[in-house]
């Protein structure tokens, strides 16, 4: 089956420190990845998307990379701020449907002053 | 450009009982997706319109859900009879095709009683 794996365990970090989360997926490797940023209370929001064929991908203060060896997509904050605490969602492309995504449980991140 | 909105934001409810949720997609967006997400999961495809068509249903629990999507634009998800574990919120999002992302509400928190 196809899963997305991410560290359940919060992620706790002083700003200005980079931040790195972990997603990694079983299965064969999807067309793209991408990650959502959740706040309490509030729906996911788009963050990036990066494809079987890009290594890297950046804006702004953020960096994904994509290592179909591995198995693993790592998503970077630098210079991080209190303002960047939240749940952030991998999701992998799946199988059937029609731009279909299957999230991970997501790593929230904590940043302190 | 507006974002999709979704109605109720909570709802409470007993067991047993008929609910009803309500989304309205961002305009031009020709796919409509419903999640559900529970505590500390993910959030999980239930259902996936594109335009009017269903091009996904596989996870949904059609016992006991059923959606629709009107004229291609808005959409409704219902759940009747509920049961507790039906307890989570229930997200919109819509998209504009493969490869992009998707677009969320802010959710319906459903608690059973």
């Known amino acids: 089956s196809q899963k997305i794996e991410q560290n359940s365990e919060a992620l706790n970090i002083q700003e200005g420190k980079t931040a790195t989360l972990t997603c990694n997926y079983t299965?064969?490797?999807?067309?793209?990845l991408q990650w959502y940023r959740q706040d309490p209370g509030r729906g996911p929001v788009f963050l990036l998307l990066?494809?079987?064929?890009?290594k890297e991908k950046r804006k702004e203060r953020l960096k994904v990379t994509f290592d179909t060896t591995l198995k693993q997509s790592l998503f970077h904050i630098t210079a991080s701020q209190p303002a960047d605490s939240a749940t952030y969602l991998c999701?992998?492309?799946?199988?059937?449907?029609?731009?279909?995504?299957?999230f991970g449980a997501g790593t929230r991140l904590a940043v302190h002053p | 450009e507006a974002g999709v909105a979704q109605s109720p934001r909570y709802k409470i409810i007993e067991k047993r009982q008929s609910v009803a949720f309500w989304c309205n997609p961002i305009?031009?967006?020709?796919?409509l997706y419903w999640y559900q997400q529970i505590l500390g999961q993910g959030p999980k495809l239930l259902i996936q319109?594109?335009?009017?068509?269903?091009?996904?249903d596989s996870q949904l629990p059609k016992d006991r859900f059923s959606a629709e999507r009107l004229k291609g634009v808005d959409s409704t998800l219902k759940i009747q009879p509920a049961k507790l574990e039906d307890s989570a919120v229930y997200l919109c999002?819509?998209?504009?095709?493969?490869?992009?992302?998707?677009?969320f509400g802010d959710g319906t928190r459903l608690s059973i009683l």
């Open positions: 305009s031009g967006h020709a796919t």
């Open positions: 999701a992998r492309q799946a199988s059937g449907g029609y731009n279909k995504l299957i």
């Open positions: 319109f594109q335009n009017n068509g269903v091009v996904d």
């Open positions: 999002a819509s998209g504009q095709g493969s490869n992009q992302p998707q677009h």
């Open positions: 299965n064969y490797s999807p067309a793209y």
């Open positions: 990066i494809r079987e064929n890009e």
